[in-house]
């Protein structure tokens, strides 16, 4: 007897066996084959080996956006500074520690009057009357250079830290607008404007003065100009977008009109007039020590109105004691 298509019923009976995957008996367990059309309906046969998952560690250039992508969609990582202070301001934190750890750690204390003779501002050194009586006024060399010098020696660690944290505040957004040669060169003239406000109240006298303290409120009163201009930098180390940095600076005019600014200066100048009076101790600042506030309020007048002769010109996108004849502590600014 055949089928429909011809096949005889055993060889039903044998494609039927195949198609339910029954086992024939007439075969060993061993040898027997599985048949064909049922391995091309099961999944197919693959081999797994395992690999460490992959790694973005030691891949400086790139980084993978997503596995699925491959190696053609790579980024570059934004590369962030240790610190976010700009190369000057470190560098003149480096100088101003230097400096300190030369004056206190190495010198003795008769090479330190020696330093001090040489690079703190002395107003006796410019009263004609003293100059011919005492020897250690180290002739008009000194007598310039000091005007700037003083700004980098200080009298103890705690003076240098405060001064150091009210640098990198007020530093770093007037240095990332002007650059390192201009901020430095602004640096330089306010602190010089400082050393002559103290000169104009105290000509004459022994005592010397150091501290950078005159620079610094010279760069307070440089980014008031434009801290608080719309899109301008704000916050203690201000903003990650160098634009921030370039848009105009306010006339003095509109500035002096905004409260904001009003306020600050206002608190400025009485925290000075308070220090000036012996009110209050300046922080860093030893009880025995005076502070040196007519060179604060030189420093701040001078960055504040010479700040345009420094400021870069518009970018298109922003214009859219006694020893040696010192008298005393050295006065601290």
Do not use: C
């Not at 046969?45 to 998952?53: G, N, Y």
């Not at 996108?317 to 040696?324: F, L």
């Amino acid at each position: 007897m055949t089928g429909a298509d011809g096949a005889t019923p055993s060889r039903l009976q044998a494609m039927a066996a195949a198609d339910l995957d029954i086992p024939d008996p007439d075969k060993s367990e061993i040898g027997r084959k599985r048949p064909a059309r049922r391995l091309a309906r099961g999944p197919r046969p693959f081999s797994w080996v395992p690999m460490p998952p992959p790694s973005l560690a030691g891949r400086r250039r790139g980084a993978y956006v997503g596995s699925t992508y491959g190696t053609d969609r790579l980024v570059a990582p934004r590369r962030e500074p240790i610190f976010n202070v700009p190369f000057i301001i470190l560098a003149l934190l480096a100088l101003l520690g230097f400096v300190h750890a030369l004056f206190v750690l190495v010198l003795s204390p008769e090479e330190t009057n020696e330093f001090l003779l040489l690079f703190a501002f002395i107003p006796a050194r410019y009263d004609e009357t003293i100059l011919a009586v005492l020897s250690w006024a180290e002739g008009w060399g000194a007598a310039i250079w000091t005007f700037a010098t003083y700004a980098f020696i200080h009298a103890d660690l705690n003076h240098l830290i405060f001064n150091a944290l009210w640098l990198v505040a007020f530093g770093t957004p007037v240095a990332r607008r002007f650059g390192s040669l201009r901020f430095m060169a602004f640096f330089l003239m306010t602190a010089v404007a400082g050393a002559a406000a103290h000169l104009l109240v105290h000509f004459g006298e022994m005592q010397p003065m150091i501290g950078a303290s005159a620079g610094i409120s010279g760069a307070m009163a440089a980014a008031m100009r434009f801290a608080f201009q719309r899109g301008g930098p704000l916050g203690v180390l201000g903003s990650r977008d160098p634009d921030a940095y370039r848009v105009p600076a306010a006339p003095l005019s509109t500035m002096l009109r905004d409260p904001r600014v009003l306020a600050i200066i206002l608190v400025w100048f009485g925290v000075n007039a308070l220090f000036g009076l012996g009110t209050i101790a300046m922080p860093g600042v030893g009880a025995e020590q005076s502070v040196a506030w007519e060179a604060h309020i030189g420093g701040f007048l001078a960055g504040l109105f010479g700040f345009a002769a420094f400021d870069p010109p518009a970018t298109p996108a922003a214009t859219t004691g006694d020893a040696g004849g010192l008298e005393g502590e050295p006065t601290m600014e």
